[in-house]
């Protein structure tokens, strides 16, 4: 593999990818559709069709986004990250420009494919990631909001696979979470965040409680959920008990990337608890090709 080659694929951080498929898939079970496609209420292709174009759909946003972030921080990864693809001189500013824009427009049109609102979702998110990406990320409450309505808006284009959005509040409980890790990772480059690690834990409990409270049929849906969100709880507490304990910024990282990475576990709580643990565990084999991804490209 060429270096310019794997330099646009560092770029596009291939580790995170498969989360924001998992968004989709949960996003769409929130709204039935793999219900529907259980039953014979689909005989033809389209609900698998639309499903497919609205994974490429956020794959090709999620790494748009990511891209034109190493963009617009170009210089400041030269002086803290030198070994990312651009200050290192494997991939251009222009080139890679180019490449996240034609990324951030793939994503739209493929979701106008499935339907006029996916599309309009789509560009909005869009517009979510760029205005992150140039503006927002600089300040302390706006940044983790505006990553976390990103993340939002990526479920909430799961769920309009059917041209409608029914369960579109939903969508709080990855805004809080990803609200959460955002504030994690302020002490990414040099540590000393422990005030942002507390308030990280309470928001990770508010997450919780809130996907216990959204269960549809508590008692029928409980017992297949616990195995998940137990799952869950494991992996990003762990990581941010260690962040706490010793706040160096190795530490700090490493709760970053496991609470990116358990984005996936969430979402298979989720599905698991609008469809079936069966579901939930297609969503969860996901996490282990991040895992493997992790070991190769930078999460963070």
């Known amino acids: 593999m060429s270096v310019v080659l794997l330099g646009y694929l560092k770029l596009a951080r291939p580790a995170n990818l498969p989360t924001a498929m998992a968004d989709i898939m949960a996003g769409s079970s929130i709204s039935g559709l793999t219900v529907l496609i259980a039953s014979d209420t689909f005989l033809n292709g389209a609900p698998y069709l639309n499903l497919l174009l609205l994974l490429f759909s956020s794959t090709f946003l999620y790494a748009g986004g990511v891209v034109l972030n190493d963009v617009f921080d170009f210089k400041i990864d030269q002086r803290e990250r030198p070994e990312r693809p651009i200050p290192k001189g494997d991939v251009s500013l ?16 493929l979701s106008f494919f499935v339907n006029y609102l996916s599309g309009v979702i789509a560009l909005i998110l869009a517009l979510a990631i760029i205005l992150y990406d140039t503006f927002s990320k600089k300040f ?48 990414e480059v040099y540590g000393e965040n422990k005030k942002h690690i507390i308030w990280a834990g309470l928001l990770y409990a508010v997450v919780i409680v809130s996907v216990l409270m959204i269960l549809p049929d508590k008692q029928g849906k409980l017992l297949g959920l616990i195995p998940f969100l137990g799952l869950f709880i494991f992996l990003i507490y762990s990581s941010l008990i260690r962040a706490y304990r010793i706040n160096s910024p190795e530490n700090i990282k490493k709760a970053v990337v496991s609470g990116v990475l358990s984005i996936i576990v969430l979402d298979a709580s989720l599905t698991v608890a609008f469809d079936s643990w069966q579901f939930g565990l297609i969503v969860l084999l996901l996490l282990p090709l991040s895992y493997i991804l992790a070991k190769i490209f930078a999460v963070t």
């Open 94 to 109: 222009k080139g890679a420009s180019l490449f996240g824009t034609g990324l951030l427009i793939s994503g739209i049109i």
């Open 140 to 187: 302390q409450f706006l940044g983790p909001l505006n990553m976390g309505l990103c993340r939002a808006l990526n479920l909430i284009l799961g769920m309009s696979v059917f041209g409608e959005i029914s369960h579109w509040m939903y969508a709080v409980i990855p805004l809080l979470y990803i609200f959460a890790i955002t504030l994690i990772s302020r002490g």
